[in-house]
């Protein structure tokens, strides 16, 4: 069984920032792409940055320049840095793994979610 557990979350004032962890323990023996979505009130969940095991990332349009993913593969954990937080930011978080565990099996896990409120 494998699990994503994330902290970092809370609240913030517009500008402020914050810095999200997720680490993956269990039976891996490899993760694959990790990523970091968010689903704000009333709107589908979307990707906010993703990663690879090589460290190649990409991000949504609106995080651009604000946000950084990045990994430890020795830790299993991925990290997102939000610089220059914005009231649209409000949204929970979710982190998620596309893991490949010591069975050779192969799937995407998902964190349990963190709430991330900008607010002034």
């Known amino acids: 069984q494998v699990q994503l557990v994330e902290s970092g979350g809370g609240l913030v004032q517009p500008g402020g920032s914050l810095r999200l962890s997720c680490a993956a323990s269990?039976?891996?023996?490899?993760?694959?792409?990790m990523g970091w979505y968010r689903q704000a009130p009333g709107k589908e969940r979307e990707l906010v940055a993703g990663?690879?095991?090589?460290?190649?990332?990409n991000y949504a349009d609106s995080v651009k320049g604000r946000f950084t993913i990045s990994r430890d593969n020795a830790k299993n954990t991925v990290y997102l840095q939000m610089n220059s937080l914005k009231f649209e930011d409000t949204a929970v978080y979710y982190c998620?793994?596309?893991?490949?565990?010591?069975?050779?099996?192969?799937?995407?896990?998902w964190g349990q979610g963190t709430q991330v409120t900008v607010s002034s």
């Open positions: 998620n793994a596309a893991v490949v565990t010591t069975a050779r099996s192969a799937y995407n896990v």
């Open positions: 269990g039976s891996i023996f490899t993760i694959n792409d």
């Open positions: 990663i690879t095991w090589y460290s190649s990332t």
